[in-house]
């Protein structure tokens, strides 16, 4: 499980609100050698004018990029050097925790912390303001966690909508007029290296770990699929005794639900009927200010590491999509679906070579202060989503599909041999 959970108490980070420091570093492209470390070294800005559009016109404006990689918010800092703007972001307060450097870039960039274990009313109450007084763009990623999925956005979190709305109501009574509006904002990443050469030494790496024989003799797309499907068998060992028999789809729910439903009995009274990722942050919000605070003795202090260790899991476990390589068998989606492993088991990803990403800024959206409080999910996430899923249903298919390299033929034979 990754570090993210912090055990002291909360402290609010506020944004930097200068422009000398994100000018230097927007101006000297000073992000791109932090991208080139994790293997990303060129990139393309489509539709900036759109965005430019939007700076001019004076609106509070809301970028919503979908969320694939961890280098995703470094990544923003290549379109706010095409349109010329210095943005604020709202960062996971666990980033600013990692090292002093981190804390002290990401803050110099505009990054403000928030508690995904809380009610962050400060960190509300700042993205609202950023919005409604139009003082500078502001980046939320509205999947609130990583996906490793870069083609294929997952559910949405309606407190996007809920500052947006506010802001723009807030706007609105301030400025006669004036309104909020939200781009979304898709991020491609395209692997520009041999995908066989690059992950082959670690699936065997992983292969022999089950005490396999690398399977080399495999094509690379059944390959990685067997490993997926001894690793899933491991953890229904683990947590029901034995491999279940069910398609992929109705197996990787059950054990989600079975790592979820008894903790949703504990702390919040019944299974909660919602997606992954909100299940985890209800389930975190309630199991983790005790800890944080010191209030548990050893034993309980333990049990709810345990707990937080199977929350963590099954939002890793949402991440896998049993059609994501079916449907589309692209050398991007292989990649993604290696390094989710590699994530998985060793809680770090290892950089397989070169990436070149496209950050494509979408039309802007007008944000209505007014919610159809008819409606279980509100409109304008579902606008958002169907906006940002159709560019990026464009944009897979820039990836192009694996196909293994091929044995050369053999030579004709010469004659009269």
Known sequence: ??????????????????TLWPW????????????????????????????????????????????????????????TREAKILVYAMASWHLFNQDKFTAWAIRKMGG??????????????????ALATAERPLILFPEGATTRTNDRLHALLDGVAFIAR????????????????????????????????????????????LTWQPQEDLPLL???????????????????GQPQSADMTERLDRLIDHLLSPLEEE??????????????????????????????????????????ADIYLAQQLSCYLPDYIAGYPSVDRLLETVERFDEDLTDETRVFGKHRVIIEVGEAVDVDPRRDRKAA????????????QGMLDRLARESPLYEPARSPAPAPAAAGS
Not at 61 to 74: G, K, W
Not at 222 to 239: F, M, N, Q, T
Not at 268 to 296: C, H, N, S
Not at 377 to 388: E, S
């Open 1 to 18: 499980m990754q570090h993210i959970i912090i055990e002291k108490p909360y402290k609010f980070i506020p944004p930097h609100r200068g």
């Open 112 to 129: 403000f912390s928030v508690n995904r274990e809380g009610v962050d009313r400060t960190a509300i109450n700042t993205a609202i303001e």
């Open 222 to 240: 059944d390959r990685i699929a067997k490993l997926g499907s001894a690793l899933l068998c491991l953890k229904e060992v683990e947590y029901f």
């Open 267 to 308: 702390w919040l009274g019944g299974r909660q009927d919602e997606p992954v990722v909100p299940r985890v942050k209800a389930l975190r919000m309630k199991i983790t200010p005790d800890m944080v605070g010191g209030r548990l003795a050893s034993d309980e202090y333990q049990r709810r590491w345990r707990q937080l």
């Open 166 to 209: 506010t802001a723009a109501k807030r706007r609105a009574k301030n400025h006669a007029g004036a309104k909020v509006v939200m781009h979304p904002i898709a991020l491609k990443y395209l692997f520009r290296n041999d995908l066989q050469t690059a992950v082959s030494p670690v699936l065997a790496e992983f292969e022999k770990r």
């Open 24 to 79: 230097f570093i927007r101006t000297f492209n000073l992000h791109a050698s932090y991208l080139r470390k994790h293997g990303i070294f060129e990139y393309e800005c489509r539709h900036v004018d759109r965005l430019r559009q939007s700076v001019s016109a004076g609106h509070g404006i809301l970028l919503t990029p979908n969320h694939s990689r961890p280098e995703d918010p470094i990544v923003m800092g290549w379109l």
């Open 377 to 388: 999910v509100d409109p304008l996430m579902t606008l958002l989503a169907q906006r940002l």
